[in-house]
């Protein structure tokens, strides 16, 4: 296992389009981040799933955002009628469930341009 | 409303020199504090936890409660250290989620 994979690595779109992206986590992760990264700033928080059930959603995540990770495995982010606002970093990060920490592995991130 | 505030942007320091990269926090729990680190051209990666209490690449950082800072700090910058640096709050509301500052680059120069 060579850590936290993402698909694809780059995705251009036109406005309106719908565009998916796949993470494939450290395979005995059961925790699964989403992130969206616009330049000049930090990853901000979509959403958190633990193994299947969708557990925490960003309440900046719009009704044209929906993620899923059927059997607890891999997950996808699917974005509906993309908008130029949407263009960004998509990262996917998994962990381990541990007593006290969270210690958080990234994969390599789609980057998202809408035109 | 949980925050993490990174107030330098970028930080230049001379090789040899010490460095101390800043973050605040807000949260009124117990704080997970984490310092992420990525290296031109390589993914987000963590650099320490303040629950470990470690030293990783001769860098440390101390949760301060009463100052509600998190500051990494490393008393001689090496020129490998160059990169964007990233804090990071971890709460529990049910789920897990994640708060990340807006990061600070730091150029080591020769």
């Known amino acids: 296992d060579t850590g936290v994979s993402q698909n694809p690595r780059h995705k251009i779109t036109k406005r309106g389009q719908n565009v998916t992206f796949r993470c494939d986590p450290i395979?005995?992760?059961?925790?699964l981040y989403w992130y969206r990264q616009t330049l000049g700033q930090g990853p901000e928080f979509l959403t958190y799933?633990?193994?299947?059930?969708?557990?925490?959603k960003s309440r900046l995540l719009s009704d044209r955002f929906s993620a899923e990770r059927p059997k607890g495995s891999f997950s996808t982010l699917e974005i509906q009628r993309t908008e130029q606002g949407d263009s960004a970093m998509y990262l996917c990060?998994?962990?381990?469930?541990?007593?006290?920490?969270?210690?958080?592995?990234f994969g390599p991130g789609t980057r998202l341009t809408v035109l | 409303a949980q925050r993490v505030t990174q107030p330098e942007k970028l930080l230049s320091v001379f090789k040899g020199a010490p460095v101390e990269l800043k973050c605040n926090y807000s949260?009124?729990?117990?704080?997970?504090l984490f310092w992420y680190v990525q290296y031109s051209r390589q993914r987000l990666q963590l650099l320490l936890r303040?629950?470990s209490r470690e030293s990783i690449k001769g860098f440390t950082a101390d949760l301060n409660k009463g100052e509600t800072s998190f500051h990494l700090k490393k008393p001689f910058a090496q020129e490998e250290d160059s990169a964007m640096y990233y804090c990071?709050?971890?709460?529990?509301?049910?789920?897990?989620?994640?708060?990340f500052g807006a990061g600070t680059r730091l150029f080591v120069k020769a």
């Open positions: 990060a998994s962990s381990l469930r541990e007593p006290r920490t969270d210690t958080q592995y």
């Open positions: 395979s005995e992760h059961n925790r």
């Open positions: 949260y009124s729990g117990s704080p997970e």
């Open positions: 799933f633990q193994n299947e059930a969708q557990l925490e």
């Open positions: 990071a709050l971890v709460f529990n509301t049910g789920g897990f989620k994640t708060i």
């Open positions: 303040h629950i």
